[in-house]
């Protein structure tokens, strides 16, 4: 494995990368402690990681503001923490934190006690080296362990706060203090972590709880660094011995699942709480243990690159990660969606050292994308220490590494009935429950009104990332959430009896989910399904129907405003007023637009014909961090909102609602698409909810039970996304009742032939129409995909004849060679012939840019051609490297860049190859690899669909194009059989 760069804060998986039988663990035990190098080099790694490394200059303005916050516990005037230490006090070191009720003052003591360590321990630091309150630290440590943390406490309230919470802040301070604290009491805090830790695996609460997730990987970590301190191999193989576990997707229970969601606390979806601490601690313990007889091997720093890919990098937008997974610390005052993520970019960042050179760059460059682009932690090195700082300064100073921003891709995470829906200049999210996930937890007196965030919630992120934060939890309505059918009653927390939740997808891009919910007390129920796309995200719910009479809406939009409140609303052309506390309820209104924060990027919502009803509201709402968890402030906080809403009456029966979302366009463009839609309703009823987006070929249906809805008809209940664009279609299905055993979905479009599928797709029929069972047991929602082509497979020769006879494939003097490689000069010709520009490059004979490719070059003509057009660089701005063989990922970006999609990128190609038509998932998958070796096979494969396709933002195909440019005549299209 790569070393971690020691120089002498605390710092599903996909399965493939993830068998536990990888992991190869070292136990030396204590025949291994005469070699105390490699315990001195891990004490050395975590002091590193806590105060910095090497010469660092304490003057650089953003290490000098770190250093002065750390000397702050030294303030005078009395609020320092070294001021305020009592040493002679009976009731505890500080007098705020006395209470003998619970042990949380227990780890707020040694957590103030460690910040002094920090403040002794970091070069430059005015308190570095203090002797005077290295004393203090050493005696406020003597008076914890005799007063509060020895190995004969008898122990009390949270378990959290013994196993964790103290020993966590204990181990740094006998890292930062080694040399300081005398060795029997060394001794003595071993005894102690022993008694209070005897096996990081099992919670020591009497009944032998196994731990899992974020507490299991915690007390590894906490294991691996009290070994290191008394040097006992023991001791560290106790965190090697944990390890499989953590490396290992679950099924059930806590921990990061093989689709990438993440739960804890047995129901409830915490990616961006427990789960960043889980990736924080399995960092620093990869670290730790980095060169060490217990190294995690190669194989498991990759599945740490997995997990960025799979389970946080579609959550996280401009350095936050969603509050639709951080369960109940979105009531925190001190913890947003900015916090948590900055908390997992760092330990990303600290892991990415670990990783082969592509997967790290290709993490690196999402990293500093996010650094760069988070506009309220404005300042990158926010909160971090000297390590954090060097790093970041590292990354944002590396000319080799390019920003990059979001991709466009769609997630369903149906083992915690999370969706995300990601494009490159906004997401959209929804928060669902079932009879398997909880709608909300509430504990601690935390989140004491998340009510309505689990059911269908949905979290539109664009421009304004602030949406979310800065007070909006304190003050939005609790019970008009946007995306919610609310009764307006408070909700118990706890999973619901509904099992369909979730959703399908087709080309990782594009996507249906869907949920029937039910509710206590007024036993309102429905099905609410949104279908989402590029540009418009289409919601619609049916069936609305309550016990008893009571306030019915469904909620449109509630969103948080500027101070000044005096956004721009819409509605059918018209103008609304701005100020405070107005409320409307127009009629027929078809489209509405509401303006983002200082004129930025905007909403439009239309209505499907008949127009509808709405409700309108514009108001100041005021509220506090206390009303929402018991440990915030009661300081008043007033907020500027604009909600909208369907009002369904006091006691509705089968009622329904439908409206397309369309982020971030003006309210002209919202007007030009509401007269002329790209999505069709094709039903809406107690069987079924589908749409068709017509300029993408998408069908998308959720099937609550049988039934036809156009094209499709489902004989169990199940979700079908499907997308029928150049000749090819795409079939995504799931079930998301995860209960059937099988499904079958019939699609009436003729013509179709089979050419790839999962395993558990049989196709039954292809004639007169496509017919589809699928193994769905023990599937956990999983999508399962089919691809077909129009008309019979084509076999590679005679795709191959066929661009001959066309002329844009020519075999060598041995043939078509189609298993051989291709060269990057050959990838110039092929790309001048599909343009239609070959001759003209030949006869123009640009001079080439290249050093390496003199004008006798045999492909001089097309190299410089290709080049000039900014389809081909070089491997250098003088250097072309002709000879060199071409990449898949290359080859596809190239061919990309030809057809409209200028900013093709190599590292991101494969998935925009899907999402366009190019390919299909599984040739992305394998052609988009780094390492992938590409053949002239593969390029015919890559042609011969790309004839089919349209250029993008025309009508035409590449193969019109090279008809429209003389390239090729109109009979030999014809007798292609691709026109």
């Known amino acids: 494995m790569k070393r971690f760069q020691y120089t002498g804060s605390r710092v599903n998986y996909l399965a493939v990368l993830l068998v536990v039988s990888l992991l190869t663990i070292g136990a030396p035990g204590k ?66 934190l006395g209470s003998l009720s619970n042990p949380s003052p227990i780890t707020q003591q040694y957590a103030r006690i460690k910040l002094l360590a920090l403040a002794y321990a970091t070069k430059g630091s005015v308190l570095y080296k203090n002797q005077a309150l290295g004393k203090d630290i050493a005696a406020a440590m003597k008076w914890m362990y005799d007063n509060r943390y020895n190995e004969r406490s008898v122990r009390y309230g949270n378990w959290w706060e013994w196993e964790i919470g103290a020993p966590a802040e204990i181990v740094d ?92 606390h047995g129901t409830v979806p915490y990616t961006g709480s427990y789960g960043v601490v889980l990736i924080d601690s399995l960092a620093n313990l990869m670290l730790l243990l980095d060169g060490s007889s217990w190294e995690v091997k190669t194989s498991q720093a990759e599945a740490m690159y997995n997990l960025f890919r799979l389970s946080f990098e579609p959550l996280m937008y401009d350095g936050a990660i969603a509050d639709m997974v951080r369960g109940r610390a979105i009531a925190r005052q001190n913890s947003d969606a900015l916090s948590s993520g900055r908390q997992a970019m ?26 760069g682009k988070n506009p309220v932690l404005k300042n990158p090195y926010y909160g971090l220490n000297v ?61 004491t009104k998340g009510w309505f965030t689990g059911s269908g919630m949905t979290y539109l992120i664009n421009g304004d990332v602030n949406q979310f934060v800065d007070g909006f939890w304190p003050t939005v309505d609790p019970y008009r959430l946007p995306g919610t059918t609310s009764d307006g009653l408070p909700k118990p927390s706890g999973k619901g009896g509904a099992s369909w939740v979730g959703g399908s997808s087709v080309a990782s891009a594009y996507g249906s989910a869907g949920m029937r919910f039910r509710y ?6 429905g099905n609410k399904s949104w279908f989402m796309f590029d540009e418009e995200v289409v919601a619609m719910g049916s069936g609305i129907t309550a016990d008893v009479p009571g306030s019915y809406e469904t909620i449109i939009e509630n969103r948080k405003l500027s101070a000044a409140g005096n956004e721009a609303l819409t509605v059918n052309g018209q103008i609304q007023p701005a100020r405070s506390n107005w409320s409307a309820k127009p009629s027929a209104v078809r489209w509405a637009h509401l303006a983002g924060p200082d004129g930025g990027a905007g909403i439009g919502y239309t209505f499907p014909k008949p127009a509808a009803n709405v409700s309108l509201l514009r108001e100041a709402r005021t509220g506090s961090w206390a009303a929402v968890g018991a440990s915030g402030s009661k300081q008043a906080l007033t907020r500027n909102y604009m909600t909208m809403w369907f009002d369904h009456g006091s006691r509705p029966r089968e ?39 017509l300029t993408l070929g998408i069908t998308a249906a959720n099937f609550w039970k049988p039934g036809t809805a156009g094209t499709l008809r489902a004989e169990q209940p199940l979700s079908a996304t499907l997308q029928e664009r150049n000749g090819k279609l795409e079939v995504g299905v799931s079930d998301p009742t995860q209960k059937q055993q099988s499904v079958t979905l019939v699609v009436n479009i003729p013509g179709y032939k089979p050419v790839a599928s999962d395993s558990r797709i049989q196709v039954l029929a292809t004639s007169p129409a496509l017919k589809l069972k699928v ?91 290709a080049a000039s057009k900014g389809y081909l660089k ?16 290359e080859f596809i970006a190239i061919m990309l860049r030809s057809i409209g999609y200028p900013a093709a990128q190599p590292a991101s190609a494969a998935q925009l190859a899907v999402a366009s038509g190019l390919l299909r998932e599984d040739a992305a998958a394998r052609l988009g690899a780094p390492a992938a070796v590409f053949t002239r096979g593969d390029m015919v494969e890559v042609l011969h669909t790309m004839l089919r396709m349209r250029i993008k933002g025309t009508d035409r195909t590449v193969l019109d194009r090279l008809v429209d440019k003389g390239a090729v005549t109109k009979e030999q299209a014809a007798g292609s059989g691709l026109d």
């Open 173 to 264: 301070i006998l890292v930062l203090m080694q040399g300081v604290l005398q060795q029997d009491l060394i001794d003595r805090y071993s005894k102690a972590l022993y008694a209070m830790i005897p096996d990081p695996s099992i919670r020591n609460n009497g009944w032998g709880t196994k731990e899992s997730g974020a507490n299991l990987a915690d007390k590894a970590l906490i294991a691996a660094l009290h070994g290191a301190i008394i040097k006992n191999g023991d001791r560290v193989s106790q965190a090697g011995r944990a390890l499989p576990a953590l490396f290992a997707p679950t099924a059930a229970g806590n921990g990061f699942y093989g689709d990438g969601s993440y739960i804890d």
């Open 874 to 889: 070089g491997v250098s701005p003088s250097v072309f490297a002709p000879a060199r063989t071409i990449t898949g990922r």
């Open 346 to 371: 760092n330990a990303f960042l600290r892991i990415s050292h670990l990783l082969p050179t592509g997967q790290a760059a290709e993490m690196k460059g999402r990293l500093k994308y996010w650094y």
């Open 775 to 865: 193994d769905v047991t023990r599937s956990a929602g999983r999508v399962y995909k089919a691809y077909f082509e129009a008309g019979s497979s084509v076999p590679p020769n005679a795709k191959a004849e066929t661009l001959e006879a066309l002329g844009l494939f020519k075999g060598t003097n041995k043939g078509r060679e189609l298993d051989k490689t291709l060269t990057r000069a050959e990838a110039a010709v092929v790309l001048t012939r599909i343009t239609g520009d070959y001759n003209e490059a030949e006869a123009a004979a640009p001079k080439s840019p290249f050093r390496d490719v003199k004008d006798i070059h045999w492909a001089s003509g097309p190299i410089a051609y």
């Open 31 to 96: 025949s291994h402690a005469a070699d105390a190098d490699q315990f001195d080099r891990m004490r050395g790694i975590w002091l590193e990681l806590l105060t910095g490394a090497g010469n660092y200059d304490p003057n650089d303005k953003d290490i000098a503001a770190y250093l002065a916050r750390i000397a702050k516990v030294g303030r005078p005037g009395g609020t320092g923490y070294w001021v305020t230490l009592d040493l002679q006090s009976p009731n505890g070191l500080w007098n705020d």
């Open 520 to 525: 206590e007390g007024s036993g309102l129920s």
């Open 655 to 693: 009622a329904a609602y439908a409206y397309v979302l369309l982020p971030n366009k003006t309210a002209a463009e919202t007007a030009a698409y509401s007269a002329k839609p790209d999505v069709r309703i094709v039903a809406q009823n107690d069987a079924v909810h589908a749409v068709q987006e």
């Open 387 to 447: 390590k954090g700082i060097q790093l970041v300064k590292q990354l944002l100073g590396d000319p080799n590494i390019a920003p990059a921003g979001d991709r466009n891709s769609h997630m369903t995470f149906s083992s915690m009935d999370r969706v995300m829906h990601s494009r490159r200049d906004y997401k959209f999210g929804i928060s669902m429950y079932s009879d398997r996930i909880s709608n909300y937890e509430t504990m601690n007196g935390e989140n």
